[in-house]
C-alpha cells in the first residue's frame, strides 16, 4: 500500500503546510536527505494547542498536540517532495521538545504521538531515531514542537 492510500486507510486529514513566519526554512534538501523545521502544536481548527504538560495539560493531550506535529510534518513533506510521498525512502529521526513542568518526567509519551503517527503511515519506513527533550517554554506557549529528517530515494 503506498503512503497516500495509508493516509486515507487512517481517515487522516493533512493540515495546509504552512511557510515560515520567520528567517529559515520550512524545509530543506541535502543530497538524499530532507531536513523539516519544527512542527508545532495547531489543533485542526487552525488553533495553537498551548499549555504546559505536567500543569494545565494532562499526557494524552500532550500525545494528542504531538501527533498534530506528526500531521504537519507529513504535509511539509509532501509539499516538499512536490505532493509525491513514493519520494520517501524513509524517517531517519524526529525530535520532540515538550513545554513542560520541571517535575513532568513523561516526555517520551507525549512525543509517542507524533512516532505512532509517522508510523502508522510511513509503516516499518517510519521507524526512526528520537530524542524527547523537556523545555520551559516554546514559541507561541505551544505544547510540543516536533522536527524531523527523511531519507529520500
Not at 77 to 101: E, H, P, W
Not at 113 to 137: E, K, V
Request: hydrophobic share 40%; glycine share 8%.
Amino acid at each position: 500500500m503506498d503512503f497516500e492510500s495509508k493516509i486515507k486507510e487512517l481517515n487522516l486529514s493533512l493540515p495546509k503546510a504552512t511557510d515560515p513566519v520567520g528567517s529559515y526554512l520550512a524545509t530543506k534538501i541535502i543530497g538524499k536527505m530532507l531536513f523539516v523545521s519544527g512542527q508545532i502544536s495547531i489543533s485542526d481548527k487552525g488553533e495553537l494547542i498551548k499549555g504546559k504538560l505536567g500543569k494545565e495539560l494532562t499526557t494524552d493531550a500532550g500525545y494528542e498536540a504531538a501527533k498534530r506535529c506528526g500531521l504537519s510534518i507529513v504535509s511539509q513533506v509532501k509539499k516538499a517532495c512536490n505532493d509525491d510521498l513514493s519520494k520517501i525512502k524513509s524517517c531517519v529521526k524526529l525530535t520532540g521538545f515538550v513545554n513542560s513542568t520541571e517535575n513532568f518526567i513523561e516526555q517520551p509519551k507525549v512525543i509517542n504521538g507524533a512516532s505512532d503517527l509517522i508510523s502508522s503511515i510511513f509503516g516499518d519506513a517510519g521507524m526512526h531515531t528520537r530524542a524527547a527533550i523537556s523545555t520551559n517554554s516554546l514559541p507561541l506557549g505551544v505544547s510540543v514542537e516536533v522536527d524531523a529528517i527523511f531519507e529520500l530515494n
